[in-house]
């Protein structure tokens, strides 16, 4: 009834958007109601009867629909794209496939917990063609999660049909491939989806495995209501008419005696009151009034208290051995928190900052993965979801691209979408000078840099890099950790051995001098450090950002005003990096105070060449030497 209503809403003009799920009830409507009510379900964009399955209150949901505040997003995303932790719900986003990891991550931490909780998660048979939908079922293979991967299989993607999105003629013969079963059922009949969902999450409660659910089925109307179904032949129409889901089980349960006519009536009548009251609290709501919360949304709300390490005990360490000694004592210090990596375990990772872990840590905690960088994020995600931390392992830092959209799409808009944090921290090996060519190599901060909802750490020094660790691993929100490799070994100092956390957003004055201001980060420290030292009679203020995102106006502005004229220094190519953005800040906040236009120095706009000369030539740190002596002759 509320997608018939819906179809009239849009007809109207009076909500935008609506994917039917008209043939697919019982689909939802059987899954919902076979597993317990705290147990999670992962839906699509046609899984209404999941929502109303789970009571969620009808105004809050058309408020949803029409972007008003008593929706579970306040209007900032549309549909089925929320989720609501009272009811169990994680929504999807439009990307599709990104959801079935987190369903990996949930059911990881219910198996952690050892709470014997079954996890559902849908997927369409189109969405099963991104390598989303792989990674996430070989992870729960390969960890034995207990999540029933439900695959609603309509014949087609948006107007592709089956024959041209995939070869092998059932999702069930994918079980083997897998190692899992595969159970196929008639998606159109209620009590089969029910009693086989209900039956397989017994099974898989007391035996964590994956399974997969084919439910076969038919969309009775088109994509979205604005596409058609000119593409459909109309003969399957007919056919999948006659096997329609809602009128089948009507009939069945007037054969059985437990409906008639009269109840029919009376249980309509109850729900389009239901549907008129809740439609029309949505509908007086006004439409959310722009606040300043918008912009500070985007995080969790957390307030940092910077912690200072228990004792002046301190001892040489290289920049990878604090890293390692941070996150193991953060590893103590939160019995909640998972490492996830490839070859993290054992092996202790190929940096080795992970080595001994599994001995102290346990399996458990410290994760081997496959080669996903995906699902992990995403099942990083789902232990977030389910109570957990994550630290999650990049191998190098150039392996994120395969987790990019889990980043930017999944990590970094959750809080704001729908008020669920992403307590995720991605370590990224990073950095070039090694000799490695162009995928083990790049410094690549400034794709996330221009993320709304991330946070991007990158410290210089054995001190910072432990400290900012500690401080990323406490912060709910989502981090990226970047880790120059070249400096992994050969940087050293003294560093307490207590725990204690760094101020994040917070630059720090590597050097103080009054010639100029050197503002960069990471390996830019160094280089500024050297260059200002060979340069006789030289002074400069060199400001280590440390964290990027968000990154210290003040400190900024500060040094600006003091010397009058800047460089801003990054390893990271020239266009479009995090110099752009500091030296245009600088260029609209504090052109009263410079003596001489913004200067930027940055590896050149190529990929990272192999061979050292072209790598040298690729890097600034020549070229910055130049420029800063332009700059003090300015
Ligand atoms: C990564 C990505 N590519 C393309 C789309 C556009 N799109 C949205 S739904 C859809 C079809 C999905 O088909 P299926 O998974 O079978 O689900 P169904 O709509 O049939 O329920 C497409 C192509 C998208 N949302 N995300």
């Not at 190692?179 to 196929?184: D, E, F, N, P």
């Not at 309509?268 to 919360?293: C, N, S, W």
């Amino acid at each position: 009834m509320i997608e018939e209503k819906m179809l009239i809403l849009l007809r109207q003009g009076k909500i935008s958007k609506w994917f039917s799920g008209i043939g697919q009830e019982a689909i939802s409507v059987g899954a919902v109601n076979a597993v317990a009510e705290d147990e999670f379900i992962l839906p699509m964009h046609r899984n209404l009867g999941v929502f109303t399955g789970r009571n969620v209150p009808y105004n809050r949901l058309f408020g949803q629909f029409q972007g008003k505040n008593s929706g579970f997003t306040k209007g900032r995303d549309r549909s089925f794209h929320f989720g609501t932790r009272e009811h169990h719900i994680v929504g999807m986003i439009s990307h599709l496939g990104p959801q079935m990891a987190l369903a990996d991550g949930i059911a990881l931490a219910h198996k952690l917990k050892d709470n014997k909780k079954a996890t559902l998660v849908f997927t369409g048979d189109g969405a099963s063609s991104e390598g989303d939908f792989h990674e996430a079922l070989n992870v729960a293979a390969v960890w034995d999660l207990p999540v029933i991967f439900i695959i609603e299989n309509n014949g087609y993607g948006l107007s592709t049909p089956s024959n041209e999105q995939f070869r092998f003629k059932n999702f069930t013969d994918k079980g083997p491939g897998y190692g899992i079963k595969a159970v196929r059922v008639d998606g159109n009949n209620l009590l089969e989806v029910h009693r086989t969902i209900r039956e397989l999450a017994e099974e898989i409660r007391k035996n964590p495995k994956p399974v997969i659910l084919e439910a076969m089925t038919f969309r009775m109307r088109g994509h979205e209501e604005a596409s058609g179904t000119k593409y459909v032949p109309k003969e399957l129409f007919e056919q999948w008419a006659k096997k329609d889901p809602v009128e089948n089980f009507e009939r069945y349960l007037k054969r059985q005696k437990v409906l008639d006519d009269s109840k029919i009536d009376d249980i309509r009548a109850k729900i389009k009151k239901d549907i008129e009251e809740g439609l029309k609290q949505a509908f007086d709501e006004p439409l959310p009034e722009v606040t300043e919360i918008e912009q500070s949304d985007i995080y969790f709300p957390y307030q940092q208290e910077v912690k200072a390490p228990a004792t002046d005990a301190a001892s040489e360490k290289r920049l990878v051995d604090a890293i390692s000694d941070g996150l193991k004592q953060s590893m103590e210090r939160y019995d909640n928190l998972v490492i996830m990596g490839q070859d993290v375990a054992e092996y202790g990772g190929v940096f080795k900052i992970t080595e001994g872990f599994l001995e102290q840590f346990g399996k458990d905690r410290v994760r081997n993965t496959p080669l996903c960088e995906s699902a992990i994020i995403g099942t990083g995600l789902g232990l977030c979801i389910n109570g957990y931390k994550a630290v999650v392992e990049m191998q190098f830092a150039d392996f994120v691209t395969c987790g990019f959209n889990q980043i930017v799409n999944n990590l970094a808009k959750i809080h704001y979408r729908w008020g669920q944090n992403a307590d995720v921290v991605v370590r990224m090996p990073t950095g070039a000078g090694v000799g490695a060519g162009p995928f083990h190599s790049q410094s690549n901060e400034a794709w996330f840099f221009h993320t709304p909802g991330l946070k991007v750490l990158y410290p210089s020094n054995p001190v910072d890099a432990k400290g900012l660790l500690n401080a990323a691993i406490e912060d709910p929100n989502p981090y990226l950790f970047f880790e120059h490799k070249a400096l992994y070994r050969a940087l050293s100092s003294e560093v307490p051995d207590d725990y204690y956390t760094v101020e994040v957003g917070k630059a720090a004055l590597a050097a103080e001098g009054e010639d100029l201001s050197i503002i960069t980060y990471g390996m830019g420290v160094h280089w500024a450090k050297e260059a200002i030292d060979s340069l006789e009679g030289v002074s400069a203020d060199i400001l280590d950002l440390r964290t990027i995102l968000p990154w210290d106006k003040e400190a900024v502005a500060a040094t600006v005003k003091k010397t009058n004229k800047v460089l801003v220094l990054h390893e990271d190519t020239l266009t479009g990096g995090v110099g752009a953005e500091i030296a245009a800040w600088i260029s609209e906040h504090c052109f009263e105070h410079l003596d001489a236009p913004v200067s930027r120095e940055a590896s050149l706009d190529t990929p990272v060449p192999f061979s050292r000369p072209l790598e040298e030539n690729f890097l600034p740190q020549q070229r910055f030497l130049e420029k800063l002596r332009r700059l003090l002759a300015y």
